[in-house]
């Protein structure tokens, strides 16, 4: 990053204070609710609040990043993204948004379900396997990205 807070094409994205985030908030959140000790009202809550701080901020980061790759203006662009070898640093960091952005969906699915009970009580054990699997997986991706 620059001193202004810009991205460099050239530079990485820095996944790591958001992987910091993410462990010291959302995995123990995770694992509070898989083992039935929060709601999932409790855990929207927590969640919303890695979601709308640490993980924006990076997000903005890889979106500028691939404006100034890609030299995009923001718009809908119609196709996928070019295989151009220098777009390759924001294209590695987009599996970090889309996850996110799935585990934001998948918590407010079982929000919406669940309100103030447990994962004891969901009609749908696979999304507590689903939610297990995703933020298991997440935390490697980061890690992976973080070197």
């Given at each position: 990053?620059?001193?202004?807070?810009?991205?460099?094409?050239?530079?990485?994205?820095?996944?790591?204070?958001?992987l910091a985030a993410y462990?010291?908030?959302?995995?123990?959140?995770?694992?509070d609710f898989l083992e039935?000790?929060?709601?999932?009202?409790?855990?929207?809550?927590?969640?919303?609040?890695?979601?709308?701080?640490?993980?924006?901020?990076?997000?903005?980061?890889?979106?500028?990043?691939?404006?100034?790759?890609?030299?995009?203006?923001?718009?809908?662009?119609?196709?996928?993204?070019?295989?151009?070898?220098?777009?390759?640093?924001?294209?590695?960091?987009?599996?970090?948004?889309?996850?996110?952005?799935?585990?934001?969906?998948?918590?407010?699915?079982?929000?919406?379900?669940?309100?103030?009970?447990?994962?004891?009580?969901?009609?749908?054990?696979?999304?507590?396997?689903?939610?297990?699997?995703?933020?298991?997986?997440?935390?490697?991706?980061?890690?992976?990205?973080?070197?």
């Amino acid at each position: 990053m620059t001193s202004d807070g810009a991205v460099r094409a050239s530079s990485n994205p820095d996944v790591r204070p958001l992987l910091a985030a993410y462990r010291a908030a959302v995995v123990p959140a995770a694992v509070d609710f898989l083992e039935r000790r929060i709601s999932a009202d409790e855990l929207r809550e927590r969640w919303r609040e890695h979601y709308f701080g640490a993980f924006r901020d990076y997000d903005r980061a890889v979106e500028r990043a691939w404006r100034e790759a890609s030299g995009s203006d923001g718009r809908m662009e119609s196709g996928g993204p070019e295989a151009d070898p220098g777009h390759a640093v924001p294209l590695a960091h987009f599996p970090v948004s889309n996850a996110h952005n799935n585990i934001d969906r998948l918590v407010e699915v079982l929000a919406i379900e669940l309100g103030g009970r447990t994962i004891a009580e969901t009609r749908m054990r696979e999304r507590g396997i689903d939610l297990a699997h995703i933020i298991d997986r997440l935390d490697a991706l980061m890690a992976s990205l973080a070197g």
